[in-house]
């Protein structure tokens, strides 16, 4: 069987569906040695794939609709596929043969405010779409299946759930040399609270400086790690900074590579995660694996994901999260939740996610050619 594997949306980005794409198409091809992959992407291979042993072929088009609509399906239709699988939320939706597509979760439909208009628009106009047309519909937390079939109208039936996991470089380190490399690149204290994520409005950056603020007079010593490119609205984020005289207290490190993400992470705190609402929440269980604690959301997937082994809070409530920024700086409460992070974090990984994925995928081969033969009949 020949898959294809939409990586067009992995070009310049690394956000948490790139990662799942880059991660998934290396377990797919570590565990699969029975099928022929090919991999399309946009104006160069992801580092990562480079030496992958699949067949690789390169948009030239930078644009996302052109590239999505246009190129992907001549390409597409040339490489002969058995079954395209379409990582990043849709595809072309003129695409006429066996499909799967995963869609992380709605929130072009659930929270409009936090997606940028046009891309608001082509995503309700194309999710749709791609829900009624693929065969199969692979989504990363029961939350986010919910909303699919709530807000698209899919039966549960062609929805199946495939949960994430960290990479495999996210690790304990203990090793002082390079903690203080990170330290002195970054020029960071020795104190701090960590958050990772685009900065954009869905992220709830805002409410999560609203809070350290209140919490900064009861913990002198701590700061505020942000690291993440700058999405959208982040202006209001940054002026709140400014206007409370906190730049030397809170840093903004924009993207950071990933070798130095895993130090960072093991050397904060804890994790502030406050989303208003996520597919999944792919830095819950990298930071757990890294042995930082996690304060999150108990909104949406991150309940689902985190377990046990997290500080759930609301999102919208200042006053609640201030305290829990407090309650997280207590050394005996934080140990417990990095335990039962290591063991929480423990019951996800690449090799499960491409399994189900596999499963997945001869569904639709099977189901298509069950269907084939009772038209013979």
Not at 97 to 122: G, I, N
Not at 146 to 173: H, Q, W
Not at 201 to 230: C, D, E, S, W, Y
Request: charged share 20%; hydrophobic share 45%.
């Amino acid at each position: 069987m020949r898959i294809g594997l939409d990586l067009t949306h992995c070009y310049q980005r690394r956000g948490g569906l790139q990662r799942y794409a880059i991660s998934l198409t290396q377990a797919l091809l570590a565990l699969d040695s029975q099928n022929e992959y090919v991999l399309f992407c946009r104006r160069e291979v992801p580092p990562e794939l480079v030496n992958a042993p699949a067949r690789k072929i390169v948009s030239p088009i930078t644009h996302q609709v052109l590239n999505e609509q246009l190129w992907l399906l001549f390409a597409s239709l040339r490489a002969d596929l058995d079954l395209f699988h379409l990582t990043g939320f849709a595809g072309p939706v003129l695409y006429p043969r066996h499909s799967v597509c995963t869609m992380a979760d709605v929130t072009p439909f659930l929270f409009r405010e936090t997606v940028k208009r046009s891309q608001a628009m082509y995503w309700r106009w194309l999710m749709p779409v791609s829900a009624r047309r693929c065969n199969r519909i692979i989504t990363i937390s029961n939350e986010s299946k919910n909303d699919i079939c709530r807000v698209l109208g899919v039966e549960p039936s062609k929805i199946g759930v495939t949960y994430l996991a960290a990479a495999p470089f996210f690790r304990v380190i203990n090793d002082i040399e390079c903690f203080e490399k990170v330290q002195w690149k970054y020029e960071l204290p020795q104190d701090f609270a960590l958050m990772v994520s685009t900065i954009e409005p869905r992220k709830n950056h805002i409410m999560a400086i609203q809070a350290f603020i209140r919490a900064a007079p009861h913990a002198p010593r701590l700061h505020l790690v942000l690291t993440g490119r700058l999405g959208w609205l982040y202006q209001p984020l940054l002026e709140i900074v400014r206007r409370h005289e906190l730049t030397e207290r809170v840093h903004f490190l924009g993207g950071v590579p990933d070798e130095d993400l895993v130090v960072l992470y093991n050397m904060a705190r804890f994790l502030v995660y406050p989303s208003l609402y996520e597919g999944f929440g792919l830095p819950i269980l990298e930071a757990m694996i890294c042995g930082c604690p996690v304060l999150t959301s108990n909104v949406s997937s991150m309940p689902e994901i985190a377990g046990d082994a997290a500080m759930l809070v609301s999102p919208s409530d200042v006053e609640v999260m201030t305290d829990a920024f407090l309650r997280m700086l207590d050394r005996d409460f934080a140990n417990d939740l990095r335990e039962k992070g290591f063991r929480r974090a423990s019951l996800f990984s690449w090799a499960l996610t491409a399994a189900r994925t596999l499963e997945i995928y001869s569904m639709v081969i099977d189901g298509m050619a069950s269907l084939a033969r009772s038209c013979d009949k």
